[in-house]
């Protein structure tokens, strides 16, 4: 059974900073994209930053480039996202999500991904 735990949930001040990681097991990681998506309340969920297996590419969406960084240790089964210069509307829950057969390319679509975590909650205070 694929479980995807997150931790580093919490309460910053604006232009503070926060790491995030999820813990993977069950599956095989190092054949496994991963991301991270995150979801306000009232919204939808939107995609933040995801790696390939390989951490060879990584892709981010506009609103956090330059202040977010995906990364992943293969050794520990886990990704991480450093969160730096956060701001107010970057409060959400943010999830991780895997999965080992999607392309590059769709890498940013939630509906892509067949494993996804608890969440864990990012609150940025202003």
Do not use: H
């Not at 995030?20 to 599956?27: D, I, M, N």
């Not at 609103?63 to 450093?82: E, H």
């Not at 943010?94 to 609150?123: K, P």
Request: net charge positive; glycine share 10%.
């Amino acid at each position: 059974q694929v479980q995807l735990v997150e931790s580093g949930e919490g309460l910053v001040q604006a232009g503070g900073s926060l790491r995030l990681s999820c813990a993977a097991s069950g599956l095989i990681f190092s054949s496994n994209n991963m991301a991270w998506f995150r979801q306000a309340p009232g919204k939808e969920r939107e995609f933040v930053a995801a790696i390939s297996w390989s951490g060879g590419r990584t892709y981010y969406a506009d609103f956090v480039k330059g202040r977010f960084t995906i990364s992943r240790d293969n050794a520990k089964n886990t990704v991480y996202l450093q969160m730096n210069t956060l701001k107010p509307e970057d409060t959400a829950v943010y999830y991780c999500a895997a999965d080992g057969s999607i392309t590059l390319g769709t890498m940013t679509l939630a509906e892509r991904y067949r494993n996804w975590g608890q969440g864990t909650q990012v609150t940025v205070s202003s």
